[in-house]
Nanobody
Framework: QLQLVESGGDLVQPGGALRLSCTAS????????IAWFRQAPGKEREGVSC????????MYADSVKGRFSISRDNAKNTVYLQMNSLKPEDTARYYC???????????????????WGQGTQVTVSS
């Protein structure tokens, strides 16, 4: 069974940092494009960041540019989202999603992605 499992969510104060992890189970993600989405209560799911299979030229939403960084470690079958300078408006449930090969590509359209995790909660509050 193909699964993505997120971890690393927590309660953090404004200005703090977290690193989210997205680990694949049942498949190797080295040829997948992997994206992070987030959804806050009452809001639509939005794309945060995406990394292609090669790892080059990742995508970021304007709201997180300069603060978030996506990376992948194919040896560990894991993609990371480093989140710095967190703001209350970053509060949401964060999901990772995979677009399978051979035509895997980065987008912020949720329907593009074939495999989803269950999410991890990030709360930014003092």
């Amino acid at each position: 069974q193909l699964q993505l499992v997120e971890s690393g969510g927590d309660l953090v104060q404004p200005g703090g940092a977290l690193r989210l992890s997205c680990t694949a189970s049942g498949f190797t993600l080295d040829r997948y494009a992997i994206a992070w989405f987030r959804q806050a209560p009452g809001k639509e799911r939005e794309g945060v960041s995406c990394i292609g299979s090669s790892g080059g030229s990742p995508m970021y939403a304007d709201s997180v540019k300069g603060r978030f960084s996506i990376s992948r470690d194919n040896a560990k079958n894991t993609v990371y989202l480093q989140m710095n300078s967190l703001k209350p408006e970053d509060t949401a449930r964060y999901y990772c999603a995979g677009d399978r090969p051979p035509f895997a590509r980065c987008t912020f359209y949720p329907s593009q992605f074939d495999v989803w995790g269950q999410g991890t909660q990030v709360t930014v509050s003092s």
